[in-house]
């Protein structure tokens, strides 16, 4: 009943910029939370941003300072703004979201399918 669908990923030069978007569809009562994880090629997927309905965010290490997260409420699109990319960024970046789909429902983790970045000269 919910989509997460993802877009934005590409090939970019190591110090080169992407936005990620992901937009959330179908049955949605309420987003509790959106954010991301990446998966790099022979490491554990890992969390990168999370941004909660009441406005709190977190970063992992490894991206503060060079990621932002953002969101649109109206339209239930998450984003990541990836600035100075370094080629460790490289990785499948995976969106989620706590939706409820009706007001009796439990808050669900929901994904999407992933788009790849690659940081690469």
């Known amino acids: 009943q919910v989509q997460l669908v993802e877009s934005g990923g590409g090939l970019v030069q190591p110090g080169g910029s992407l936005r990620l978007a992901c937009a959330a569809s179908?049955?949605?009562?309420?987003?509790?939370?959106m954010g991301w994880y990446r998966q790099a090629p022979g490491k554990e997927r890992e969390l990168v941003a999370t941004l909660i309905s009441g406005g709190s965010i977190n970063y992992a290490d490894p991206v503060k300072g060079r990621f932002t997260i953002s969101r649109d409420n109206a339209n239930n699109t998450v984003y990541l703004q990836m600035n100075s990319l370094k080629p460790e960024d490289t990785a499948v970046y995976y969106c989620?979201?706590?939706?409820?789909?009706?007001?009796?429902?439990?808050?669900?983790?929901?994904w999407g399918k992933g788009t790849p970045v690659t940081i690469s000269s």
């Open positions: 179908g049955s949605i009562f309420s987003i509790s939370a």
């Open positions: 989620y979201g706590f939706v409820r789909y009706s007001a009796l429902s439990l808050v669900h983790k929901y």
